[in-house]
């Protein structure tokens, strides 16, 4: 394809698709964020723990847990590609972005969930890699519970929803059959994800956090 007739299809695309705002929390509103999405879950689940999906979803589940009195534990699962390359020289890239004025940084952030919703339903891509401490801590911590283990999956946003497809079946592998399985996201960005949470508290919203690279 012509240079001219991506970036027409482009122009296209962004103007065809409703456009997101992009909500930047100060950490009280990431903390009150935090707390609402607390609430909600809390509506109709009482979880034994939260498994967060670092680095944002440790974050959110850590002030989760505060709003709910800091009784609840807090059991991390990191889920990586096995090639980081790309999302390293990407992490690079969305770095130059806190140079930016803040509403050239809201246009980028807009292109790139456009480009994102134009893709192809998502689907999972192995081989996805977990870490082994991570993992013989959440063993050792269901081995001390029963078998009807509440148990929320937290991270902070869900966009093609393929980590928290993995995170999901990797914790149903781990846990007893009878345990109830959930997991909440400050954010869905995208209409049709891979793995849908079960808890939101925003639909089709960007959102920069305390700890985004153009924060």
Known sequence: MHLTSWRQKMTTSLHSLRQPDVVSFDPAGFEDACADLMRQVQADFRPDALIAVPTGGLHVAE???????????????????????????????????????????????????????????????APYIFDPQELSRLRAWLSGVGGRVSLLIVDDAVDSGVTLHHVLEAVRGLAP????????????????PLARPHYALHQGQLCRFPWSLDA
């Not at 009784?71 to 590609?81: A, G, H, K, N, Q």
């Not at 790309?86 to 690079?92: N, P």
């Not at 456009?114 to 689907?123: D, E, G, N, S, V």
């Not at 997991?183 to 209409?191: C, D, E, R």
């Open 63 to 125: 002030a989760m847990a505060r709003s709910a009195g800091g009784r609840l534990p807090v059991l991390s699962m990191t889920c990586r590609r096995a090639s980081t390359a790309a999302k390293s020289r990407l992490a690079g890239l969305k770095a130059l972005a806190a140079r930016l004025p803040r509403p050239v940084a809201d246009r980028l952030r807009v292109w790139e969930h456009a480009l994102l919703t134009q893709r192809a339903r998502p689907t999972p891509v």
């Open 177 to 192: 059959s009878a345990a109830d399985i959930r997991s909440a996201v400050i954010t869905v960005t995208t209409p049709e």
